[in-house]
């Protein structure tokens, strides 16, 4: 059983468009989060999200626009669509605050 | 504010070689440390954690011990195997535990 899954795995887009990235944890977690991963690994926290409620916005564009369903699920919606968004970005969850984060495999965005 | 310094890669090991990974924190109180480890293409996957002073984390052959006196988590292995071969990040909750902040990962590549 997969404990956390995002799909999709690779998404390539041109400039301007916007899509979305899902997210769903099977673990029970009432905290999840998505991470920005750069071309040289460097990875830093975007948004964090307990019980569906915004807790941390980690001075993201507005262009970014996360959304929590339920307490499963995290959605990561991308309007217009810049060359710098090209990168890994990973879902994860933990059970509380300062316990360890489960994270997703990732979804490695593209942008031409 | 809470933050991880890594040493930098990448760092090339024969098999069977010894390897540490230093890792040095700031942080306010004694947070938990952890070490994620990513293979090529894949996400994050926790290796070892520790959670207060003096703790040892193990996990696969791979230990590190949360020292205050150094405010150190240093990452160590006796014999390291190809199959090591990838990223390692320490990193610790920051931001009231909301998030992790990552050190920036060192590449290791183990060799025949």
């Known amino acids: 059983d997969t404990a956390v899954s995002q799909t999709p795995k690779y998404l390539v887009t041109q400039m301007g468009n916007d899509k979305s990235i899902k997210c769903e944890q099977n673990?029970?977690?009432?905290?999840m989060y998505w991470y920005k991963q750069d071309s040289k690994k460097f990875l830093k926290i975007m948004f964090s999200y307990n019980n569906k409620e915004l807790i941390i916005n980690e001075t993201v564009p507005n262009r970014f626009s996360p959304k929590s369903p339920d307490k499963a699920h995290l959605n990561l919606h991308i309007n217009s669509l810049e060359l710098g968004d090209s990168a890994v970005y990973f879902c994860?969850?933990?059970?509380?605050?300062?316990?360890?984060?489960?994270f997703g495999p990732g979804t490695r965005l593209t942008v031409l | 504010g809470d933050s991880v310094t890594q040493m930098e890669g990448p760092v090339t090991l024969s098999e069977e070689a010894f390897l540490t990974i230093n890792c040095t924190y700031t942080?306010?109180?004694?947070?938990?440390l952890f070490w994620y480890v990513q293979y090529p293409g894949e996400g994050l996957q926790l290796l070892l954690k520790a959670t207060k002073a003096d703790d040892k984390g193990s996990n696969k052959g791979f230990e590190a011990t949360y020292r205050k006196e150094t405010t150190s988590f240093h990452l160590e292995k006796g014999s390291v195997q190809v199959s090591d071969s990838a990223v390692y990040f320490c990193a610790l909750p920051t931001g009231g535990g909301n998030k992790l902040t990552f050190g920036t990962g060192t590449q290791l590549k183990v060799e025949l």
């Open positions: 942080a306010t109180g004694y947070p938990s």
């Open positions: 994860a969850s933990s059970q509380e605050v300062y316990n360890e984060q489960f």
């Open positions: 673990l029970g977690h009432d905290t």
